[in-house]
């Protein structure tokens, strides 16, 4: 190949990598969703439901759900945050994708449709019911798309009381003088084996975290 010829399909090779580069499908899937229900004037959620998904280049998507409904007498949760749901971006349609999720309560194989509205919010279709274990999560539901990291509290809980006092353990021995107050978001890490207390993580105003226990009333997330 003469020099010029060899120039020439070095330009076409680069000019269509840079195409294809800038062509690629935008990603809908990065991010984390919020559904709260609440029944009549109570203020206590009935249910709420919390979804966080990434997706890489290749439209692979990995995340979790985290469930909890009847007032917080049912919770599918994993207070470590591990991933219970793998997927991939459907290749006609990149707002779609088809999952298979587990539950937390050793429930396997389910199958779930994803599709990203025009606002940002989810919708969650459950196609086939997961096997072998228990699951009370929704076959349907709606989304919404948490905007800000600053409203983003997924795998963390609201707390609820005017003064909730943290433990250095899982026990009201153990009371320690720090306190956080109403509306303090705070981390889920653990729960105690009489599902009394949990191991929470609370990022103050000067960036530094405290890791200490709290009552589960105090975040209105008792397993009852």
């Avoid at 759900?65 to 290749?91: L, M």
Wanted: include cysteine.
């Amino acid at each position: 190949m003469s020099g010029a010829k060899f120039f020439k399909a070095l330009f076409c090779l680069v000019v269509f990598i840079s195409g294809a580069a800038f062509s690629a499908e935008p990603s809908f899937f990065n991010g984390k969703w919020e559904k709260i229900e609440k029944i009549g004037a109570s203020e206590k959620p009935y249910s709420v439901i919390d979804l966080s998904l990434t997706e890489d280049d290749a439209g692979t998507l990995k995340g979790s759900y985290c469930f909890a409904t009847e007032y917080g007498d049912k919770i599918d949760c994993s207070p470590d945050g591990d991933i219970n749901i793998t997927g991939r971006v459907t290749k006609n349609n990149p707002k779609r994708a088809i999952v298979n999720f587990n539950t937390f309560f050793e429930a396997r194989n389910g199958v779930a449709e994803l599709v990203v509205n025009d606002d940002g919010s989810i919708v969650w279709n459950v196609v086939t019911q997961p096997q072998g274990g228990y699951f009370f999560g929704p076959n349907h539901a709606v989304l919404g798309k948490i905007t800000s990291e600053a409203h983003s509290h997924t795998g963390g809980k609201l707390v609820v009381t005017d003064r909730a006092y943290l433990y250095d353990e899982p026990s009201h021995l153990g009371r320690h003088k720090t306190y956080l107050i109403k509306g303090d978001y705070v981390k889920l890490i653990d729960v105690s084996a009489d599902l009394r207390f949990w191991q929470i993580e609370f990022l103050k105003k000067d960036g530094k975290t405290i890791k200490k226990w709290i009552g589960c009333g105090d975040i209105d997330f008792c397993a009852k």
